[in-house]
């Protein structure tokens, strides 16, 4: 019986790395533009206006507080109701990079509080324009701060993008929901689903792990 | 082979409830156009369905409280094994923990949903869910705990060994009323995914917040109801232990200037 399972699912291997190119596609557009985006963001949250950042402050409080899977049913059947009409996958293209855009912004925005103020005073006395300010001292030295936790961001979004299979787009783990219904061995088509994504993160994890290393070495931290 | 009688039974749900949805998705022009921007947004509705999300919000509150007290329990054990010298205990602990956090809650979720009842455990969905939950955030509590035992600093063991503690009595004493100061704040960020991932048990039917909100939409055809609705439930829980996390670290800052005094 096992081994009728196992030709069954080898012949859903088309199916499953449609879906494997589908996470990854989705991931990797919206994680392109979310970064730009956030890191934008973030530069406006710290640039000093109040409104500005007050402004980018509700907005990432509010994608923060609410669950990934209501803010895609929204953009999914709310935005067609003022007039924009949305397939599957921009949909789910806009919800991920939204969701990442506000929380690569706070950590960008973490990353530039923690440049001493200093270093702004001696760009400033320098001359520096308020771009070669930003381009050539803050970023630089926020950068060793944002990386970690930028990483291990980048791992969130890849298993965030899980959930868009709610709204039928078919990535890996809605493979995983159909193949089911044929195979009825859900710990056998689940495990593989894990091991796709397992595949896809597991490098990124250890990259962030890594660089939180670097950085508590380049802090002089002890390592316990 | 014979499926069982339960399973079947909520997936069928499952597939008319996501043919209902699709057909919502794929032909919107199926169903009543209603006016654009939201203008005949109806409250009177929501007022009609307020019971049902005020039940969604109640059992959203308990099934997440319950799941972060299994979350603790599974955290504990395996930060204590994490922690071990011994290569028996540990890897095990390690792999458990990358495990789960290189892949997503809902896969996780589907594996015990379809697999469960494979090993003969045909449970509720709802219990599948707590279990899904807890043992998911139990990794990242163990994570949590384990950074805040790691971040007590080396001298206040070594203090510990000269006063002739024993291992146990340096970690009730020593180590652990430290730690416990760092892990709270971490901790009731956690408890923040915890409640935002519950959502997701809506998709394995279990009648919680987004569920009452997603019976809304289907029913009446009133998405916009429905999940703002939900979100505005969703964001007064995030406020609520935002709060509680801004208070806690507050007292907790406090402290050691009290003790230092």
Redesign the interface.
């Known amino acids: 019986m096992i081994w009728q399972q196992l030709q069954s699912l080898a012949g859903s291997y088309p199916l499953a790395v449609r879906g494997l190119g589908m996470t990854v596609m989705l991931s990797l557009i919206s994680l392109v533009l979310g970064t730009a985006l956030g890191f934008g963001l973030g530069i406006l949250r710290t640039g000093g206006n109040r409104l500005i950042s007050s402004v980018i402050g509700a907005w990432v409080d509010l994608i923060r507080g609410t669950p990934f899977l209501v803010q895609i049913f929204l953009i999914f059947f709310i935005l067609p109701e003022f007039g924009i009409e949305l397939d599957a996958f921009t949909a789910g293209i806009i919800a991920l990079t939204n969701l990442a855009a506000c929380f690569i912004c706070e950590i960008v925005a973490a990353g530039i509080r923690s440049v001493p103020t200093g270093q702004v005073e001696a760009a400033l006395a320098s001359g520096l324009s308020r771009w070669q300010r930003m381009r050539q001292v803050v970023l630089p030295q926020a950068m060793r701060i944002v990386l970690p936790p930028l990483v291990g961001q980048y791992v969130l979004l890849i298993k965030d993008s899980s959930v868009v299979s709610a709204i039928g787009l078919t990535d890996l783990t809605r493979v995983g929901w159909l193949v089911v219904q044929r195979v009825p061995n859900g710990l056998l088509v689940f495990f593989l689903v894990g091991v796709g994504y397992f595949i896809v993160c597991y490098p990124l994890i250890m990259l962030a792990r890594r660089l939180e290393r670097r950085m508590g070495a380049a802090h002089g931290e002890v390592q316990l | 082979?014979a499926?069982p009688a339960r399973l079947c039974c909520s997936?069928l749900r499952y597939s008319l409830f996501?043919i209902r949805?699709?057909l919502?998705?794929i032909r919107?022009s199926l169903f009543p156009r209603?006016a654009?921007?939201?203008e005949n947004f109806s409250f009177r509705t929501i007022v009609e369905y307020l019971p049902l999300f005020g039940q969604g919000l109640i059992t959203t509150v308990w099934l997440s409280a319950l799941s972060f007290a299994g979350a603790l329990a599974v955290g504990i054990v395996l930060a204590a094994m994490n922690l071990q010298r011994a290569q028996l205990f540990r890897i095990p602990a390690k792999a458990y923990i990358?495990?789960v956090?290189?892949?997503?809650?809902?896969?996780?979720l589907?594996?015990l949903?379809?697999?469960?009842?494979?090993?003969g455990f045909v449970l509720p969905e709802l219990v599948v869910g707590i279990l899904a939950l807890s043992l998911n955030s139990g990794a990242y509590v163990a994570e949590i705990i384990r950074a805040g035992i790691?971040s007590i600093p080396?001298g206040q063991v070594e203090a510990g060994v000269a006063s002739g503690m024993t291992y146990v009595q340096r970690m009730r004493l020593v180590i652990l009323p430290q730690a416990f100061k760092v892990t709270i704040p971490p901790l009731l960020g956690q408890a923040i995914v915890l409640v935002?991932?519950?959502?997701?048990l809506?998709?394995i039917s279990v009648s919680e917040l987004?569920r009452a909100?997603?019976l809304l939409?289907s029913d009446r055809f009133m998405?916009?109801e429905g999940?703002?609705t939900?979100?505005a439930f969703?964001?007064l829980l995030?406020?609520c232990l935002?709060g509680l996390a801004g208070l806690s670290s507050r007292w907790l800052g406090l402290q050691p200037a009290r003790s230092s005094t």
């Open positions: 082979m499926v997936r996501a949805y699709s919502l998705a919107p209603r654009p921007m939201l990358d495990a956090r290189a892949t997503p809650l809902l896969a996780q589907y594996f949903y379809f697999g469960l009842p494979r090993l790691l080396r935002k991932d519950s959502a997701l809506s998709l987004t909100g997603q939409a998405p916009a999940f703002i939900i979100a969703y964001l995030y406020y935002k």
